[in-house]
């Protein structure tokens, strides 16, 4: 249960930070704005990592280095999602985002990449990742 109320909060703040970001990249520029979305979460990350870590700092040096990438992640991500939202719209955009997570979270258990347990995509995946694809199709039309 915990871990569905955490997705949920995710996925509300990803819904409000990508439109926040983008009017914030409106008025600042994309790449000014990245900057500070990300020198802001750094600030807090290590304002967090001082009061109240627990973990080994200097570990994140241990695994290999794909491990370490997500940081790189971070900015393609928040560049996309910002591109997206302006061109697209929020109500589009963030559904559009989430198909993709899901085929592509689908594709990492199938395959078992990153060291993922290999999890099936059965045919039931399809049909959602379709239905899902079918709805944003269908939310975007103009009646």
Known sequence: MVGILFALLAGAAM?????????????????????????????????????????????????????????????????????????????????????AQLAVAAMIDAFGWLGQERVAFGWNKYVGLALMTGGVLLFKMKF
Do not use: C, H
């Open 15 to 99: 819904s409000f930070q990508g439109v926040m970001n983008t009017r914030l990249s409106d008025e600042a520029g994309l790449l000014e704005a990245n900057l500070f979305v990300q020198g802001t979460a750094f600030a807090l990350s290590l304002v967090a990592v001082l009061a109240v870590g627990g973990g080994n700092l200097s570990a994140v040096v241990k695994p290999d280095w794909i491990y370490r990438m997500g940081g790189a992640l971070g900015l393609v991500i928040t560049i996309t999602v910002m591109v997206a939202v302006k061109n697209l719209s929020a109500s589009v955009a963030v559904p559009v985002i989430l198909i």
